[in-house]
C-alpha cells in the first residue's frame, strides 16, 4: 500500500532554475495539499487542492504553481527557484467529506536546496 | 484565522520519566485537533486526533491528549517516556477544506 508518494527525495537547484515536485497518492483521496517545513516555522501551508481541476492558494503560495488534473497527482512547480525556497516540502492528502477533522496523510518530503 | 502555539520550542525528559508538551490554539468554530511525530528524516505520522466527545483521547505509542475548551489547550502526555520517543512534535488545527494550521513544533530529546 503505497500512500503517498513524492518525487524526487532530495534535490539541489541553482537560482533561476524551474522544477517540479512530484506527489501521486493511490487512495483515491479527494483533497490533497503541499506544505513546506523551515526550522523554527512548522509546516505552512503553500496550496491545496479540492478535486481535480480545483487548486486554491494557502499560507505561502508565492513562487510556487500547482494544478490537479487527475485525482492521484498533484505536482508543485517552482518557475524560477531562489534560496528562500530551499525547504523541505511535504504533500498530503485526506478522503472527501468531513471538512477539516479530515485525517491528512504525509508523504516522506522532499528536501530541495537553492544554491 | 486559526493559529497554534507549541510554548516549548525544546524539552529534555529523562527515559522513563512523565512528559507534557503544550498547546493552545485559536479557532473560531469548534477545533478538530491534531498531533503529529515527526522522527528525524522522516515524514509526519499521526499519534492522535480530537473531534469531539471524550475530552481526553488515547493515541498510538503510549500517548493521550486532552482538550480543554475552558484553557483552549490540547497537551500530550506520556507517563513514561522511551528512547525512541526523542523526535519532534507538532500539534495542528484543522482548518477548512481539509487543510491544517501547524504550530512550530517541540523538539523533545530524552535523556538517560
Known amino acids: 500500500n503505497a500512500g503517498v508518494t513524492q518525487t524526487p527525495k532530495f534535490q539541489v537547484l541553482k537560482t533561476g532554475q524551474s522544477m517540479t515536485l512530484q506527489c501521486a497518492q493511490d487512495?483515491?483521496?479527494?483533497?490533497m495539499s503541499w506544505y513546506r517545513q523551515d526550522p523554527g516555522m512548522g509546516l505552512r501551508l503553500i496550496h491545496y487542492?479540492?478535486?481535480?481541476?480545483?487548486?486554491d492558494q494557502g499560507e505561502v503560495p508565492n513562487g510556487y504553481n500547482v494544478s490537479r488534473s487527475t485525482t492521484e497527482d498533484f505536482p508543485l512547480r517552482l518557475l524560477s527557484a531562489a534560496p528562500s525556497q530551499t525547504s523541505v516540502y511535504f504533500c498530503?492528502?485526506?478522503?472527501?467529506?468531513?471538512?477539516?477533522?479530515?485525517?491528512?496523510?504525509f508523504g516522506a518530503g522532499t528536501r530541495l536546496s537553492v544554491l | 484565522a486559526q493559529s497554534v502555539t507549541q510554548p516549548d520550542i525544546h524539552i529534555t525528559v529523562s527515559e522513563g520519566a512523565s512528559l507534557e508538551l503544550r498547546c493552545n490554539y485559536s479557532y473560531g468554530a469548534t477545533p478538530y485537533l491534531f498531533w503529529y511525530v515527526q522522527s528525524p528524516g522522516q515524514g509526519l505520522q499521526l499519534l492522535l486526533k480530537?473531534?469531539?466527545?471524550?475530552?481526553l483521547v488515547q493515541g498510538i505509542k503510549g500517548f493521550e491528549a486532552e482538550f480543554k475548551r475552558s484553557q483552549s489547550s490540547f497537551n500530550l502526555r506520556k507517563p513514561s517516556v522511551h528512547w525512541s520517543d526523542a523526535a519532534e512534535y507538532f500539534c495542528?488545527?484543522?482548518?477548512?477544506?481539509?487543510?491544517?494550521?501547524f504550530g512550530k513544533g517541540t523538539m523533545l530529546l530524552v535523556s538517560p
Open positions: 487512495m483515491n483521496h479527494e483533497y
Open positions: 480530537y473531534f469531539s466527545g471524550d475530552t
Open positions: 487542492s479540492v478535486g481535480a481541476g480545483i487548486t
Open positions: 498530503a492528502s485526506s478522503p472527501s467529506g468531513g471538512g477539516a477533522k479530515n485525517i491528512q496523510y
Open positions: 495542528a488545527v484543522g482548518a477548512g477544506y481539509s487543510t491544517l494550521t
